[in-house]
């Protein structure tokens, strides 16, 4: 009913950026939050950043001053800058979204992931 595209994933060498985006389609009513996640081998999966429905947003700590989220409400769609990217930001990066897909009705949704990884 409601499927997450994510793109712009790849190799980077330290210091280089990225920018990742997050189209959501299908049966949307309401977006209560949407985001990003992302996860390395043996480690749970972190939040990186993420607006709420008020606008707000978070960030964790690691990507503060480097990292920056933003959103086009007309498309559904969340992108993440990601500026001087270090090794340690490695990782597959899962976009999120928390939605309402009628007066009900509301479920979270995961994309399938894309994969960055900074490296010389």
């Known amino acids: 009913q409601v499927q997450l595209v994510e793109s712009g994933g790849g190799l980077v060498q330290p210091g280089g950026s990225l920018r990742l985006s997050c189209a959501a389609s299908g049966s949307i009513f309401s977006i209560y939050a949407m985001g990003w996640y992302r996860q390395t081998p043996g480690k749970q999966r972190e939040l990186v950043a993420m607006?709420?429905?008020?606008?707000?947003?978070i960030y964790a700590d690691s990507v503060k001053g480097r990292f920056t989220i933003s959103r086009d409400n007309a498309k559904n769609t969340v992108y993440l800058q990601m500026n001087s990217l270090k090794p340690e930001d490695t990782a597959v990066y899962y976009c999120?979204?928390?939605?309402?897909?009628?007066?009900?009705?509301?479920?979270?949704?995961w994309g399938q992931g894309t994969q960055v990884t900074v490296s010389s």
């Open positions: 999120y979204a928390d939605i309402m897909i009628d007066y009900a009705r509301r479920y979270d949704y």
């Open positions: 607006f709420n429905r008020d606008g707000s947003t």
